[in-house]
């Protein structure tokens, strides 16, 4: 499986086409919609918010329902173009018409790819650059991974997100029943946080990083239950699947970090405290006694949850700007200032889910049998099965 994005910021929409999908999977509109809507949820979302329904359009590889096995198209319009169709048009500009033109942009934001970025493919007016490494972008990302959580879903796999800090407060009291728990309480949250104490502190301090112009961000976790053991590979390090879904963590806007399991703390503890002991069971097959490293073992999972957790930075675009440049004159400015949010962990959380469904289900995908659905469902189970008789 793979999958492609294209489309800017402020351009007439977002498109994502999907390969590899198997024939005979149920799938819908609405299946991804729920995912594009949590994804423009949560507190400290800025006004871009108010101005964008997110809404996907399947233009190929579903037929009345199900998959075919060909190319999945999605498209999803950005309402917000008909205030941009001057600036982000596709048609030339006669000389007249390049004067009237408004927001170049020559200030690079610091933290931003602006100024890197422009120096890479030439542009002069950064706004070359920003259209396309902005968020935005994670809108389709996330619908290819509403997409592969559908697969999963329907193989007994669980993905879900929520938040465990924002700008140094800690959620302490993270206990919950189930997967599905967790699901319903981080969604009833408005930072998708499960506890409940931390969260007003969190929305308190969004409060006071909005009022002072500034940003911060915080740290997701990303919980799956129900991934069959042995998939992945220890063979090869570009088989490795704890590899390929910290490289899809770190690919996320603005994420600076990632760990499985005990993550960085296992510099600090001896390893009897740090690996997982293995016990056997008639009912269960192989399971272990505890969870440090994560559901991973060698690059394979190992059947037990994995927990993976991305750490966000505070977003670079401040309504209180910093030092910066300007590209022409070379004179110190103030980096220009775009629409932006003061605090976007809570929708991260979400960007998070859907990138790691995705290495997920592609692992799979490569894995078994993968050109009907039916097999494929097939084949996850007798793996199931083979890992208990083992």
């Not at 938040?163 to 800690?170: A, M, N, R, T």
Request: glycine share 10%; aromatic share 6%.
């Amino acid at each position: 499986m793979r999958y492609l994005t294209s489309g800017e910021s402020h351009g007439p929409q977002l498109t994502t086409i999907i390969e590899g999908l198997p024939a005979g999977m149920p799938l819908e509109a609405e299946d991804i919609n729920e995912d594009l809507a949590r994804r423009q949820k949560g507190y400290g979302r800025g006004r871009r918010m108010q101005i964008e329904k997110d809404r996907v359009s399947i233009v190929g590889g579903v037929r009345h329902g199900y998959t075919l096995g060909s190319p999945l198209g999605l498209v999803v319009e950005n309402k917000d173009w008909t205030h941009w169709t001057k600036v982000m048009g596709i048609e030339p500009l006669s000389p007249g018409e390049e004067d009237e033109v408004k927001r170049k942009i020559s200030r690079p934001r610091p933290g931003h790819a602006d100024l890197v970025g422009g120096m890479k493919y030439g542009h002069r007016d950064l706004r070359n650059v920003l259209e396309r490494s902005s968020a935005r972008e994670t809108t389709v990302r996330v619908a290819a991974g509403s997409v592969a959580k559908k697969l999963l879903n329907l193989l007994g796999i669980e993905v879900v997100g929520h938040v465990l800090e924002i700008g140094g407060i800690k959620a302490e009291n993270v206990k919950y029943d189930s997967i599905n728990d967790l699901k319903e309480r981080s969604e009833e949250s408005p930072v998708r946080c499960l506890d409940n104490e931390a969260a007003d502190k969190m929305m308190n301090l969004i409060d006071e990083a909005k009022q002072n112009g500034d940003s911060i961000g915080g740290v997701v976790e990303v919980i799956v239950e129900g991934m069959p053991q042995g998939v992945g590979s220890y063979v090869h390090y570009d088989r490795k699947l704890d590899a390929k879904l910290a490289r899809a963590i770190m690919s996320i806007n603005a994420f600076k970090g990632v760990e499985f399991g005990l993550g960085f703390e296992m510099a600090r503890k001896p390893g009897s405290e740090v690996h997982d002991e293995i016990l056997w069971s008639e009912e269960k097959g192989y399971y272990r006694r505890t969870n440090r490293l994560g559901g991973f073992e060698g690059g394979m999972t190992t059947g037990m949850p994995i927990h993976i957790k991305g750490v966000m930075k505070p977003i670079p675009t401040l309504y209180k700007p910093l030092q910066s440049v300007d590209i022409d004159t070379k004179e110190p400015f103030k980096a220009s200032i775009e629409r932006s949010d003061s605090c976007a962990v809570p929708a991260a959380s979400v960007v998070a889910e859907a990138v790691v469904a995705w290495e997920l289900a592609e692992a799979i995908a490569d894995q078994f049998n993968s050109d009907q659905f039916e097999k494929l469902q097939r084949d996850v189970e007798n793996l199931r099965n083979e890992s208990k008789e083992f």
